[in-house]
């Protein structure tokens, strides 16, 4: 399933192959939370370079619901995407965003915020809809408390996480008919300790990939960086190491440096249909006046549609007279710059050449083991 | 300039050259307003088989203003778009949205609906935008009076628009280094005497092409085909024929029997970001619960993006998730299913078949003369 190639320290290429379809690693997985990345076509987000898009199994439960993406002949045609698509769990979403009406070990209760009615989710209830959804890699239902969280709450949801996992790897065993991924998500907060003890639990439930969870929630990029690299080696080497939610692109190639290999996050879509773009090593607010009349493209060395083909003034006027072409177009900016940084690191790793990499981005070199 | 091809009847193919690019007509422009179709990058465009695209240079005017199209070099690059532009006078918007403060023989002065600051438009000011915005043919600046009107407003409105054809035209004369063309609008609301008469003033200045104006304006579709049956024989055949502002399918089709050559509309463009798509002879609202979970194409027969790759149910959903791409789509459906016709018209004149495609339509046979 997942092969490492090259190896610069920790940091490393590989491909996962499922189903037949391949992942380059590293690679950024965008954000399709509803089954779409808004406002961007599938043909646009392949021409980026986007091999694999996350969906939200929570969120497409709550709508359309299951039910009707099968009726529509599965995800991938509902999604109208034949490369690989890895559904989250909604753990995050729902730990996160909403009010819990009930939670215990079989779950977790709460209303949508849709329309009001009761949703209940548990470990083998979100099994069942990513089978029924058909996505090529899975990912359990996890328990992720909101930070910050007292030792206690981070290692009751470490125990909940591995017994929900446990469920979920069981189901899904018995009910998988078409060889579909599962991934588990480590918690533990920035409790080394609980990361640890949370790592060995999942690992030893063997699972086809993992994930770091429950970080990239405010705690700032020093602390998320630096969590990055001590937990990446929690992680088996043999097994795609995804680290949830980082889509910083000085996060990102960090985290790359640290060894992990995936990567998800909705701001550079986000920021994007909002005019919030990637340029050098920040990112600039097109709607400011500033950018009124502004010539040249959004970055010289871009070789994005929209770098080619607006400069940035006139994405600001479309941006400005509410043209929905603007947000598109800025989106697929973000990502591509993004996957630039990916394309880039992969040709670092195996030239050896990361320390310039990171020396660029004026990130620190990561120290040998 | 333009070549009259086919004919069947008063209808006809024909091909417009200009500067090097082409327009085969009967031809349908999708409305960019601000210099773009909201939604849609000028590739989709073209794939749906836009040949021409129709811009508004008072709209321009007010935002970005003329000035900052010149300096991001002209407004096909503005556009990102290598083909043809018209750019409309505004004279429709004027007169119809705004309140007018001031009009007299010399122009119109009002507010800016953006920000309140005074414009003011005459025309020579006009072909002077359209000069600076550099678009291939540029609308002469019209008096259109909102219906209904009484007779003696009518007259003025088109005294008024052939005086200002008459400065616009040696303005423009003067001016043009270019090779733009030129269009004159006829007036005179759905009264046959002013119509003839404005139409032969214009033609006595002796335009690049012609179009009517002030229709489709809430007058109802029969009234309108009427019309434009009535009008489109007041214009010279070796020159193109352009009825403005009409969209709904069965009245283009109408019209092209008729014997004019291009039109343009909001509405498929306005109606697709909103949802509403045409299919059959009629159209249908998107959100409308009795499409959650509706499976096959919006139409078997269309061979656009939209049909192609989703299904009505998943339109729906990405619609009620507010994932702007379906607006895209619905967009493109509409603009394809409007191109479809007109090419499928032009294929009837050519093969002498207009009769069996009015009949599909349920349109009246146009009466020998």
Known sequence: MFQAQAQWGLARTGQLELRGKQLRTPAFLPVGTYGNVKGVSPDQLAAVGAEMILANAYHLHDRPGEKDVVRFGGLHRFMSWDRLILTDSGGFQVFSLLDIAQLDDEGVSFRSPVDGRRLRLGPREVVEIQLALDSDIAMVLDHCPPLPADRAALATAVRRTTAWARAAREHHARHDRRGQAQFAIVQGGLDDDLRRRSAAELIELDFDGYAIGGLSVGEGSAALQAAAARYAP?????????????????????????????????????????????????????????????????????????????????????????????????????????????????????????PDLLDEWELPQPRPD
């Open 234 to 354: 929690l992680l088996p080497p043999d097994r795609l190491r995804y680290l949830m939610g980082v889509g910083r692109p000085a996060d990102v190639l960090a985290a790359i440096a640290a060894g992990f290999d995936v990567f998800d996050c909705v701001l550079p879509t986000r920021n994007g249909r909002h005019g919030t773009v990637f340029r050098g090593r920040g990112k600039i607010h097109l709607r400011s006046g500033r950018y009124r009349g502004a010539e040249g493209p959004l970055d010289e060395d871009c070789d994005c549609v929209a770098c080619r083909g607006w400069q940035v003034g006139v994405l600001r006027h479309h941006l400005v007279v509410g043209d929905p072409l603007a947000g598109t177009l800025c989106t697929l900016h973000n990502l591509r710059f993004l996957f630039r940084l990916v394309e880039r690191a992969r040709a670092a790793i195996e030239a050896g050449t990361m």
